[in-house]
């Protein structure tokens, strides 16, 4: 699975849009860009996936670049509630010798303010 | 509402004990994962499962053993409990079929170990 790299700590106010970035250069044809976010003492709770289209669900939106290269989670207004620990992933879908295993790495510390 | 249950939040077990953390899923699952969190080094896979019976080694099996005997249970061993496999430990699990689809985490435990 390519590797993904995000800045180890992001802010945003209360009620602003969050935009998490997520750098993944050697992200291959047949990979998906997950993401995950971990509040503080539970267990990582899916928030959207896609493959080369942006996508966007109750939670969030995912923007991949055209490229692949990269993509952005955007939370459309933050609440104090999301302040956690947001993780980007990049793995093969379903098939191979994988069997949708999930690499993680560091993730992103959001912290919303009041 | 899909759920993965692991049996114990907070475990406090003696050095040299046998420990068992038991994860149970009730959404049909076939595969099935084990991970531990630790600050700094994130979430590191130990074993995953396939199907009943067949298991494979993460990126860090030793000290630790699994057992698949039904399709909702994926149970972690600790065959002789150290002070370095204190840690939080997660269970999720995932379907097989379909291309993209996302893996759900349990609560996880926190186990210590004394």
């Known amino acids: 699975d390519a590797k993904t790299t995000q800045p180890t700590s992001m802010d945003c106010a209360e009620g602003r849009a969050a935009n998490l970035p997520c750098n993944h250069s050697?992200?291959?044809?047949?990979?998906?860009v997950y993401w995950y976010r971990q509040i503080h003492s539970q267990g990582p709770q899916y928030i959207i996936h896609?493959?080369?289209n942006n996508e966007t669900n109750e939670m969030a939106s995912l923007i991949i670049t055209e490229d692949r290269k990269s993509s952005t989670l955007i939370l459309p207004h933050a609440t104090l509630r999301d302040t956690a620990v947001y993780y980007c992933?990049?793995?093969?879908?379903?098939?191979?010798?994988?069997?949708?295993?999930?690499?993680f790495g560091q993730g992103t510390i959001l912290t919303v303010h009041p | 509402d899909v759920k993965v249950t692991q049996s114990s939040r907070y475990l406090v077990k003696r050095t040299g004990e046998k420990v068992f953390l038991e994860c149970v899923q009730d959404?049909?699952?076939?595969?099935m994962f084990w991970y531990r969190q630790d600050p700094g080094l994130g979430l590191r896979l130990i074993y995953f499962?396939?199907?009943?019976?067949?298991?494979e080694k993460g990126d860090i099996p030793e000290g630790y053993s699994v057992s698949r005997e039904k399709k909702e249970r994926f149970s972690l061993i600790l065959e002789s409990a150290s002070t370095n496999q204190t840690s939080m430990y997660l269970c999720?699990?995932?379907?097989?079929?379909?291309?993209?689809?996302?893996?759900?985490f349990g609560q996880g435990t926190r186990l210590t170990v004394v």
């Open positions: 999720a699990s995932r379907t097989a079929g379909g291309g993209n689809t996302e893996a759900f």
């Open positions: 050697t992200i291959s044809g047949n990979e998906y």
């Open positions: 896609g493959l080369k």
């Open positions: 992933i990049v793995r093969v879908g379903a098939g191979g010798t994988s069997y949708g295993k999930l690499t």
């Open positions: 959404m049909d699952h076939e595969n």
């Open positions: 499962s396939y199907d009943v019976k067949m298991k």
